[in-house]
């Protein structure tokens, strides 16, 4: 259900404004936790203003903008929950965000923006000084949208995965805080590959290869090379490496634990599962769509973002 607000904010910029013959819907979504940072909704609702847009924003983040932080923002509406709909989303935060505004759009595919106020920003290819820059290319027609492949959970046996069973970085299987190492027996397309002792095993996509995968030796994957990645965390063995698989596989995983117990994270959501639960990882039936703008590219926002070749000396 939309929630009218009116309340108004000015703001004067240069950009020339492109006339539509019907209006742009946009969703907006944000970090909660960043104070300052969350100041930059102004300057992009105002910039579509003057596009004569639809502005909607998200329960959560409209309620710390204008309670926690009290500011006063004019948009048309609010929503909660899926029940939303956009011709363009805008997630206004690092990539945490970004991860969690895929997760709200699930199978809805609409475009997502990444306009980074967080750290890295590896998905969220906006800064804010572009946001002016960004907004005028996306009236003007002046961009692409990649597909980027997304995984799904599914389990048998014992437990439930909480909440969406979609990820567009990675699932992992992890022991839990003070457990010992975990085994996981692993198959693919129901063939035996091995049984990792490690404390987990995360399974990537393309676009989560440069994140916590990475961060456990696994390899760089370029989007669109149609791969899942196996990456072991902290394994017993100096002799395991990551596997890399065809994204239409079936991996199945069983866990053996001493605690008789692990931990399923969803792009970073847990969830606790007994042992004897069976999990499968397989592709999506839909993708996840991020808005591409011509002088960002894959390869030169890598060189940018792992600082390659940079010159400490």
Known sequence: MYICNCKCTHFLFNSKIIMQKDKIRFAIFGNEYQAKKSQAV?????????????????????DFVTGGQRMDVNVDGVFTGDD??????????????????????GDKEIPIIGVNI????????????EIEQAMAAIFEGRYDVREHSVIKIETSGGDSVEGSPFALNDIALLKRDHASMISIRASVDDEYVMTYQADGLIVTTPTGSTAYSLSNGGPIIAPGTGTL?????????????????????VVTLKVESRSHSFLAAVDGRSTSLHEGTVVRISKAPFTT???????????????????????QR
């Not at 102004?42 to 409209?62: G, T, V």
């Not at 939303?84 to 759009?105: E, N, P, Q, V, Y």
């Not at 991020?290 to 940018?304: C, M």
């Open 42 to 62: 102004f300057k992009i609702i105002a910039i579509l203003q003057q596009y004569e847009a639809e502005i909607y924003m998200d329960k959560p983040f409209y």
């Open 289 to 311: 769509r991020i808005v591409r703008f011509a002088h960002r590219h894959y390869f030169s926002t890598l060189r940018d973002k792992m600082m390659w070749g940079l010159d």
């Open 229 to 249: 990645c196996l990456t072991a965390v902290a394994p017993h063995s100096l002799n395991v490496r990551p596997i890399v698989v065809p994204d239409t596989s």
């Open 118 to 129: 967080g750290r890295l920003g590896f998905l969220a290819g906006v800064n804010p000084s």
């Open 84 to 105: 939303f709909t956009a011709d363009f989303a805008i997630s206004m935060g690092g990539d945490g965000t970004l991860l969690k505004t895929a997760s709200r759009i």
